[in-house]
């Protein structure tokens, strides 16, 4: 079945430590391709971001991209459209903090 494309917001908030969003996936079992767009409204110190995605079977989270490390103000665009998986997911760490948010547009 092919789902119409929709935007999901994946993290949005400040942060001043290492964390994810593994409590909370995004579930793309049916997507062939995601667009990730990214904003960081703040910044003081690096930020490092991973997309990754998740083994259903074992429930291991595994990286599927990353960004270039951040250290101002920006914005910037990611793109798969291969090997998604059923699950996204954002692990992030900051060597400060930030105050960033990330959406995917997933289309099937």
């Not at 092919?2 to 993290?11: F, L």
């Not at 003081?44 to 990353?66: F, R, V």
Request: net charge negative; hydrophobic share 35%; proline share 3%.
């Amino acid at each position: 079945m092919i789902e119409v494309p929709h935007i999901r917001e994946i993290y949005s908030g400040t942060i001043t430590a290492e964390g994810n969003t593994h409590d909370d996936p995004i579930p793309c079992k049916w997507a062939t391709e995601a667009t990730f767009f990214l904003n960081i409204t703040a910044i003081s110190g690096n930020l490092d971001l991973e997309i990754q995605t998740q083994d259903t079977l074992t429930g291991e989270w595994h990286k599927l991209a990353t960004f270039d490390t951040k250290n101002t103000i920006c914005t910037d665009e990611g793109f798969i459209d291969y090997g998604i998986g059923e699950r996204l997911a954002l692990e992030y760490d900051t060597t400060g903090s930030a105050t960033f948010s990330l959406n995917v547009y997933l289309k099937g």
